[in-house]
C-alpha cells in the first residue's frame, strides 16, 4: 500500500493539468500531424512518406487519434501520457531493483525532478524511452529468476524501441549486448553466477526470439506495402546522416552537463570492483546494473546533440537511477550482507560511511538541480503549487487566465488554448490557403510549417513533409527541387523566421537555400499572416 501512494506521489509530481494548452512548437507538432494526415489519405511510410525515425513514432499516435480523434489536443494528450508512464515505470523500477526502499524512494522523486520538463513533456517524447527503460528492467530482472518470459519480454521492448527511435533502439540493443556479454564473461568464473537463474544460452534464445516476432512482423509489413528497399535505405543513412551537437557555453551548467558521465564512471568502477570480488555483491545485483549503464550512457552521449534540450532532460532518468543503484550496492557491503568481509559485520563507522555515499549521491543532483528551462529547485517547487492555474512555456510558465491566451476555435486544433496571436496567424494563414486553393490540391509549406498541411487538409506535395530533413543529402535536396518544378503548386508557404533545426545548429541563414530562390524566383508574394509569407506562382 506504501509503494502504490508513493507511485501516486511521483506521477502528482510530473502531472501537468494544463498539458494541452500552450504555444504550438510548429516544427514538432507539424510534422507529426503532417505525417498522419497522409497515411489517413492511403500514403505509405517511407514508400511515400520520408522519414528520420521508425514508425512506430507515428503508428501510434496515429492510433490515439482514430480514437480521440485527429487533433493536436490528441497528440499533446500522447505526449504527455507516455512521458508520465515512463517516469511511474522508473519509480517501479526504483523499488524493484533496488534494495533499500529508502534510496528507492529517493531515487524516483529525483527522477521525477531532473527529467520531466513541464513545456515539451507535452510536445517531445512520449513513449520513447519507456520502451527501453522495459526492456532494460525486465533483463535486469532476468538474473534473478528462472523464467524465459523475461528475456522474451526484454527482446520484444528492445525491437519496439527499435522501431520508435533509432537512437532509443540502438542503446536497448547494446544494453542488452553488454548484459548478455557480462553473463557469459561471470558464468564462466564465477560458480554462483552459473547456478543462478535462467541458463544464460537459454536467456539468450528467449532474447532473441522475441526481437525477431516483432522484427519479423514489421518486415511482412514493408513486403505487403512494398517499402522494404526504401526503409533499407533510410536506415543505411543513419550512419552517414550528417549531425550535430551542441556545444558547451560558458552560459552553461557546465558541472550539471558533466555530472551524469561522471556517475556513470562512479557506477562502472562499482561494478569492476564487485565483480572481481565477487563474494562481496551477489551476481544479480550485479548483473542488474550492467544493462542501464551501457543504454544509459550510449542515450547520455547521443543527447549531446541538444544539451540545452528536453532530451537531455529525459536521459538524466537513467543517469540517476545508475548512480543511486550502484551507491546502493556499496551500501550493502557495508550492512555486511556479503561473504569472505574483510570487516565485522554491520561495522557501524562502514554504516555510516555508505548511508553518507548515498546522501552525498543524491545531493549532488538535488544542489545541482538548475536546469536550462526550469530553474533551480525553489523553482521547481513554486511551479508545483502554481501548475493547475498556469500554462508552461519554453522557459517558465505564464497564468493560465492572465489574457495572454485564447481558446483555439480550429477544428484540428482541438479545444487548446493558444497565445492570441498564434491564434490569429493559424485562422488567417488557413482562411488563406482554403481560399485560393480547391480541397485536396497540393501545397507546399517550407521550411518546417507543415502543420499547415495538416490545418488545412491540403498535402504535401513532396515526401519530404518537413522539408529541412531534405538536407541530409543532396540527392535529397535534388529530389525537392524536382518534385517543385514537377508538380508546380499554385501555393507556397515561407517562415519569415528561421527553422528550429537552423537555429538549433547555429545557422545565419535557412537550410536549403537553394529552395528559397527557387520559389523567389517562381513565386510572387500574395499576403504575410502573422510571421507567415505566403506566395503564389507567377505563371
Given at each position: 500500500?506504501l509503494?502504490?501512494?508513493?507511485?501516486?506521489?511521483?506521477?502528482?509530481?510530473?502531472?501537468?493539468?494544463?498539458?494541452?494548452?500552450?504555444?504550438?512548437?510548429?516544427?514538432?507538432?507539424?510534422?507529426?500531424?503532417?505525417?498522419?494526415?497522409?497515411?489517413?489519405?492511403?500514403?505509405?511510410?517511407?514508400?511515400?512518406i520520408?522519414?528520420?525515425?521508425g514508425?512506430?513514432?507515428?503508428?501510434?499516435?496515429?492510433?490515439?487519434?482514430?480514437?480521440?480523434?485527429?487533433?493536436?489536443?490528441?497528440?499533446?494528450?500522447?505526449?504527455?501520457?507516455?512521458?508520465?508512464?515512463?517516469?511511474?515505470?522508473?519509480?517501479?523500477?526504483?523499488?524493484?531493483?533496488?534494495?533499500?526502499?529508502?534510496?528507492?524512494?529517493?531515487?524516483?522523486?529525483?527522477?521525477?525532478?531532473?527529467?520531466?520538463?513541464?513545456?515539451?513533456?507535452?510536445?517531445?517524447?512520449?513513449w520513447?524511452?519507456?520502451?527501453?527503460?522495459?526492456?532494460?528492467?525486465?533483463?535486469?530482472?532476468?538474473?534473478?529468476?528462472?523464467?524465459?518470459?523475461?528475456?522474451?519480454?526484454?527482446?520484444?521492448?528492445?525491437?519496439?524501441s527499435?522501431?520508435?527511435?533509432?537512437?532509443?533502439?540502438?542503446?536497448?540493443?547494446?544494453?542488452?549486448?553488454?548484459?548478455?556479454?557480462?553473463?557469459?564473461?561471470?558464468?564462466?568464473?564465477?560458480?554462483?553466477?552459473?547456478?543462478?537463474?535462467?541458463?544464460?544460452?537459454?536467456?539468450?534464445?528467449?532474447?532473441?526470439?522475441?526481437?525477431?516476432?516483432?522484427?519479423?512482423?514489421?518486415?511482412?509489413?514493408?513486403?505487403?506495402?512494398?517499402?522494404?528497399?526504401?526503409?533499407?535505405?533510410?536506415?543505411?543513412?543513419?550512419?552517414?546522416?550528417?549531425?550535430?551537437?551542441?556545444?558547451?557555453?560558458?552560459?552553461?551548467i557546465?558541472?550539471?552537463?558533466?555530472?551524469?558521465?561522471?556517475?556513470?564512471?562512479?557506477?562502472?568502477?562499482?561494478?569492476?570492483?564487485?565483480?572481481?570480488?565477487?563474494?562481496?555483491?551477489?551476481?544479480?545485483?550485479?548483473?542488474?546494473?550492467?544493462?542501464?549503464?551501457?543504454?544509459?550512457?550510449?542515450?547520455?552521449?547521443?543527447?549531446?546533440?541538444?544539451?540545452?534540450?528536453?532530451?537531455?532532460?529525459?536521459?538524466?532518468?537513467?543517469?540517476?537511477?545508475?548512480?543511486?543503484?550502484?551507491?546502493?550496492?556499496?551500501?550493502?557491503?557495508?550492512?555486511?550482507?556479503?561473504?569472505?568481509?574483510?570487516?565485522?559485520?554491520?561495522?557501524?563507522?562502514?554504516?555510516?560511511?555508505?548511508?553518507?555515499?548515498?546522501?552525498?549521491?543524491?545531493?549532488?543532483?538535488?544542489?545541482?538541480?538548475?536546469?536550462?528551462?526550469?530553474?533551480?529547485?525553489?523553482?521547481?517547487?513554486?511551479?508545483?503549487?502554481?501548475?493547475?492555474?498556469?500554462?508552461?512555456?519554453?522557459?517558465?510558465?505564464?497564468?493560465?487566465?492572465?489574457?495572454?491566451?485564447v481558446?483555439?476555435?480550429?477544428?484540428?486544433?482541438?479545444?487548446?488554448?493558444?497565445?492570441?496571436?498564434?491564434?490569429?496567424?493559424?485562422?488567417?494563414?488557413?482562411?488563406?490557403?482554403?481560399?485560393?486553393?480547391?480541397?485536396?490540391?497540393?501545397?507546399?509549406?517550407?521550411?518546417?510549417?507543415?502543420?499547415?498541411?495538416?490545418?488545412?487538409?491540403?498535402?504535401?506535395?513532396?515526401?519530404?513533409?518537413?522539408?529541412?530533413?531534405a538536407?541530409?543529402?543532396?540527392?535529397?535536396?535534388?529530389?525537392v527541387?524536382?518534385?517543385?518544378?514537377?508538380?508546380?503548386?499554385?501555393?507556397?508557404?515561407?517562415?519569415?523566421?528561421?527553422?528550429?533545426?537552423?537555429?538549433?545548429?547555429?545557422?545565419?541563414?535557412?537550410?536549403?537555400?537553394?529552395?528559397?530562390?527557387y520559389?523567389?524566383?517562381?513565386?510572387?508574394?500574395?499576403?504575410?499572416?502573422?510571421?507567415?509569407?505566403i506566395?503564389?506562382?507567377s505563371?
Amino acid at each position: 500500500m506504501l509503494d502504490l501512494f508513493f507511485y501516486y506521489l511521483v506521477a502528482s509530481l510530473v502531472f501537468e493539468p494544463n498539458h494541452v494548452h500552450g504555444i504550438m512548437d510548429y516544427n514538432e507538432c507539424g510534422q507529426f500531424l503532417s505525417v498522419v494526415n497522409a497515411m489517413w489519405s492511403g500514403q505509405h511510410l517511407y514508400k511515400d512518406i520520408y522519414l528520420q525515425y521508425g514508425p512506430l513514432h507515428y503508428w501510434v499516435p496515429s492510433a490515439a487519434m482514430a480514437v480521440f480523434g485527429k487533433t493536436l489536443e490528441t497528440l499533446r494528450g500522447y505526449f504527455f501520457y507516455g512521458g508520465l508512464a515512463t517516469v511511474v515505470l522508473m519509480a517501479y523500477v526504483c523499488r524493484r531493483l533496488i534494495p533499500q526502499r529508502a534510496v528507492a524512494y529517493a531515487a524516483a522523486i529525483l527522477i521525477a525532478m531532473e527529467s520531466h520538463h513541464p513545456f515539451w513533456s507535452s510536445r517531445w517524447g512520449g513513449w520513447r524511452f519507456f520502451m527501453v527503460a522495459a526492456a532494460m528492467y525486465l533483463l535486469s530482472w532476468s538474473a534473478r529468476s528462472p523464467k524465459a518470459k523475461y528475456p522474451a519480454l526484454a527482446g520484444v521492448f528492445c525491437a519496439l524501441s527499435f522501431l520508435h527511435t533509432y537512437d532509443a533502439g540502438i542503446a536497448a540493443f547494446a544494453g542488452a549486448a553488454a548484459y548478455y556479454a557480462y553473463a557469459v564473461w561471470q558464468t564462466r568464473t564465477d560458480p554462483q553466477a552459473a547456478g543462478s537463474a535462467i541458463p544464460v544460452p537459454r536467456s539468450m534464445m528467449a532474447f532473441a526470439a522475441g526481437a525477431a516476432a516483432v522484427m519479423g512482423v514489421w518486415t511482412l509489413e514493408l513486403l505487403r506495402t512494398g517499402a522494404l528497399g526504401a526503409y533499407v535505405a533510410e536506415l543505411m543513412s543513419i550512419g552517414p546522416r550528417k549531425a550535430f551537437a551542441q556545444p558547451i557555453l560558458p552560459g552553461d551548467i557546465t558541472a550539471k552537463v558533466l555530472l551524469p558521465g561522471v556517475t556513470y564512471a562512479l557506477s562502472l568502477a562499482v561494478l569492476g570492483w564487485a565483480s572481481f570480488k565477487r563474494s562481496w555483491i551477489a551476481y544479480r545485483h550485479r548483473a542488474g546494473l550492467v544493462p542501464w549503464l551501457a543504454a544509459g550512457g550510449l542515450l547520455y552521449l547521443f543527447a549531446f546533440r541538444a544539451i540545452r534540450g528536453a532530451q537531455f532532460e529525459n536521459v538524466l532518468s537513467f543517469a540517476v537511477f545508475t548512480h543511486l543503484y550502484a551507491a546502493a550496492l556499496v551500501y550493502r557491503v557495508a550492512l555486511g550482507e556479503g561473504r569472505l568481509l574483510p570487516w565485522p559485520s554491520g561495522r557501524p563507522a562502514l554504516k555510516a560511511a555508505a548511508i553518507a555515499l548515498i546522501i552525498v549521491s543524491a545531493a549532488s543532483w538535488a544542489l545541482s538541480y538548475k536546469r536550462f528551462y526550469k530553474g533551480g529547485l525553489q523553482s521547481w517547487l513554486s511551479y508545483q503549487s502554481e501548475k493547475h492555474k498556469s500554462i508552461a512555456y519554453y522557459f517558465g510558465w505564464h497564468a493560465k487566465d492572465g489574457g495572454k491566451y485564447v481558446l483555439s476555435e480550429t477544428p484540428a486544433i482541438g479545444k487548446v488554448l493558444l497565445p492570441d496571436w498564434q491564434d490569429r496567424e493559424i485562422k488567417d494563414t488557413a482562411s488563406a490557403i482554403t481560399s485560393m486553393t480547391e480541397p485536396g490540391e497540393g501545397i507546399f509549406c517550407f521550411p518546417d510549417l507543415a502543420i499547415f498541411n495538416f490545418v488545412t487538409d491540403r498535402p504535401q506535395i513532396t515526401k519530404y513533409h518537413m522539408i529541412v530533413g531534405a538536407s541530409t543529402s543532396e540527392a535529397n535536396t535534388r529530389e525537392v527541387l524536382e518534385n517543385l518544378a514537377t508538380a508546380r503548386p499554385r501555393v507556397v508557404l515561407l517562415g519569415v523566421q528561421l527553422s528550429a533545426l537552423a537555429k538549433a545548429t547555429g545557422r545565419q541563414e535557412e537550410l536549403l537555400p537553394e529552395v528559397t530562390r527557387y520559389v523567389l524566383d517562381h513565386y510572387r508574394p500574395d499576403r504575410q499572416t502573422g510571421n507567415i509569407l505566403i506566395y503564389r506562382r507567377s505563371d
